[in-house]
T-cell receptor, first 116, second 115 residues
Framework: KAGVTQTPRYLIKTRGQQVTLSCSPI?????VSWYQQTPGQGLQFLFE???????NKGNFPGRFSGRQFSNSRSEMNVSTLELGDSALYLC???????????????FGPGTRLLVL | GNSVTQMEGPVTLSEEAFLTINCTYTATGYPSLFWYVQYPGEGLQLLLKATKADDKGSNKGFEATYRKETTSFHLEKGSVQVSDSAVYFCALSRVANQAGTALIFGKGTTLSVSS
């Protein structure tokens, strides 16, 4: 079974631009979460989507948004990029069985974003 | 609030040495606990997990026991290899009133093993 895939793997943008990152979860997984990883702040939770609805949200400004499609694929968008948005963005998927969420999250390789 | 504290790195060991990476947590309720590993240039891989007190997670020679009385989940391996060099993250699943799960991570501990 294929793992979590993320595209693109690397991205360079300039301040003020916007960016969209894509994540395809493991087949059958309906929950998708996004995390930001930086050397200073470590790994921080951005948001989680399930059945096309945002179910949880971390403490990030409104410039960070996401969505999920009916096939469980997810995208996250960052508008008006700032230098501090340079980070590795990780997507994770998890399975929900009989209405009970399985807490184990499986991560993709990440998208490395550099903002100049 | 919920948080995870890991020992500061880097940890430098010789091959076949014993490894311990300390992890303590603060949480309301009864979270599940995880260890993830990140190799250079890659995402996170689940190493092991434990879902309730006194559970022992194990994988690839690594072990960790969920200790509720000391709120700890220390990672151990009896004999490390050069290929174990990576960054190790301790994490807990946030116990939320609403549905859904978010992982709260420690800062990570870099392990470097030399031959």
């Amino acid at each position: 079974k294929a793992g979590v895939t993320q595209t693109p793997r690397y991205l360079i943008k300039t301040r003020g631009q916007q960016v969209t990152l894509s994540c395809s979860p493991i087949s059958g997984h309906r929950s998708v979460s996004w995390y930001q990883q930086t050397p200073g702040q470590g790994l921080q939770f951005l948001f989680e989507y399930f059945s096309e609805t945002q179910r949880n949200k971390g403490n990030f400004p409104g410039r960070f948004s996401g969505r999920q499609f009916s096939n469980s694929r997810s995208e996250m968008n960052v508008s008006t990029l700032e230098l501090g948005d340079s980070a590795l963005y990780l997507c994770a998927s998890s399975l929900e069985v009989a209405g009970k969420e399985q807490e184990t999250q499986y991560f993709g390789p990440g998208t490395r974003l550099l903002v100049l | 609030g919920n948080s995870v504290t890991q020992m500061e790195g880097p940890v430098t060991l010789s091959e076949e040495a014993f490894l311990t990476i300390n992890c303590t947590y603060t949480a309301t309720g009864y979270p599940s606990l995880f260890w993830y590993v990140q190799y250079p240039g890659e995402g996170l891989q689940l190493l092991l997990k434990a879902t309730k007190a006194d559970d022992k997670g194990s994988n690839k020679g690594f072990e960790a026991t969920y200790r509720k009385e000391t709120t700890s989940f220390h990672l151990e391996k009896g004999s490390v290899q050069v290929s174990d060099s990576a960054v190790y993250f301790c994490a807990l699943s946030r116990v939320a009133n609403q549905a859904g799960t978010a992982l709260i991570f420690g800062k990570g501990t870099t392990l470097s093993v030399s031959s």
